[in-house]
């Protein structure tokens, strides 16, 4: 059990342990309450938030446990700048690319020249995946460098330091 477990527990028991070990005359008679149906809200909400925490922390610690599912994303990268066309997917929830230019202007023609371009791609899967490696590959065909910069069992983001066009990209988790 990890920390997170013992601070629910914790909280849990003691929060029990005020709502049932309350003297229910004393706050009663400090706190005037006019109506019965009111005392029933408070007792149904403080139960409720218990019950609420309780399924919480369950769904946490027996929900989706990352495994081995096929994840991949093709994007087709066409003319230069262009955004990519999606061409296949599986186990992807979202995506998104963009890229960032960087313009030199020469201060004496005022003329403006491409000096780099930097692709990023976000990924989000749709299941939790066992990621063992991450790859990007292109069938062959030249990429620029790149980086994974994030990943885990949920999101992968990766960065092009280059131009990406004239090519489909497969990024997929190798297992």
Do not use: C
Request: net charge neutral.
């Amino acid at each position: 059990m990890g920390k997170d477990d013992w601070y629910f527990i914790v909280s849990t028991v003691l929060g029990l342990i005020a709502l049932l070990g309350m003297d229910w005359k004393l706050v009663l008679g400090r706190v005037s309450v006019n109506s019965q149906p009111r005392e029933i809200l408070v007792l149904v909400a403080i139960v409720g938030s218990l019950v609420m925490s309780g399924i919480g922390w369950y769904k946490i610690n027996t929900g989706s446990k990352p495994s081995d599912i096929p994840t991949s994303l093709l994007l087709q990268y066409n003319a230069p700048g262009a955004y990519p066309l999606e061409v296949g997917m599986t186990n992807i929830k979202y995506w998104y690319t963009f890229h960032q230019d960087f313009i030199e202007i020469d201060s004496k023609t005022g003329q403006q020249s491409l000096k780099a371009r930097i692709w990023t791609v976000f990924l989000v899967f749709e299941k939790p995946v066992s990621i063992r490696q991450f790859r990007v590959e292109a069938g062959g065909a030249g990429l620029p460098t790149y980086e994974i910069k994030a990943q885990s069992p949920w999101h992968a983001v990766i960065v092009f330091s280059g131009e990406v066009s004239g090519v489909i990209v497969n990024f997929r988790v190798h297992d």
